[in-house]
């Protein structure tokens, strides 16, 4: 679906962080969403986390870096690390580049399937209003 001239998979789900999980059977591949990408602009530094590492939905997984910004990337849902995409350490460019395909950051087996209830689909009004907000308040920075 396009909203406010972005595109967001109909297929994921979303948080207010500008994140987006693809759920896979009991595995959940999170990234940045296209909006995230071009808010954060160009992506310098990616600090994957280890496999193996157990999270809880909301809790700091990862941090990236642009040239003027450093986020701090939270689990979309509660597991363990399964794979991380390690080609962004040395290309984390892919992010901006490809950030619903190459520029993944990790994947998650889920242990609690109802942490999807607390993000959002990309047809739910509360989203829609999110993202119109979002290009509001970053106006400048999206030119």
């Known amino acids: 679906m396009n909203i406010a001239g972005f595109e967001f998979p109909d297929d994921l789900y979303y948080d207010r ?7 896979e059977g009991k595995i959940v591949v999170q990234g940045m969403t296209d909006f995230g990408q071009r808010i954060a602009q160009e992506i310098v530094y990616v600090e994957v986390p280890r496999v193996g590492r157990e999270v809880q939905q909301g809790q700091t997984l990862m941090s990236l870096e642009s040239g003027k910004w450093v986020g701090r990337v939270p689990a979309m849902v509660s597991g363990k690390i399964v794979e991380v995409n390690e080609e962004l350490e040395w290309e984390p460019s892919l992010i901006n580049q ?4 190459k520029g993944w ?18 047809d739910s ?19």
């Open 98 to 101: 490809s950030p619903f395909d």
């Open 17 to 23: 962080r500008h994140g987006w999980a693809r759920v």
């Open 125 to 143: 009004p509360e989203f829609q209003a999110f993202i119109e907000e979002e290009v509001e308040k970053y106006r400048e920075v999206l030119g």
């Open 105 to 122: 950051l990790v994947k998650i087996e889920m242990i609690d399937p109802t942490e999807l209830k607390n993000l959002m689909r990309v």
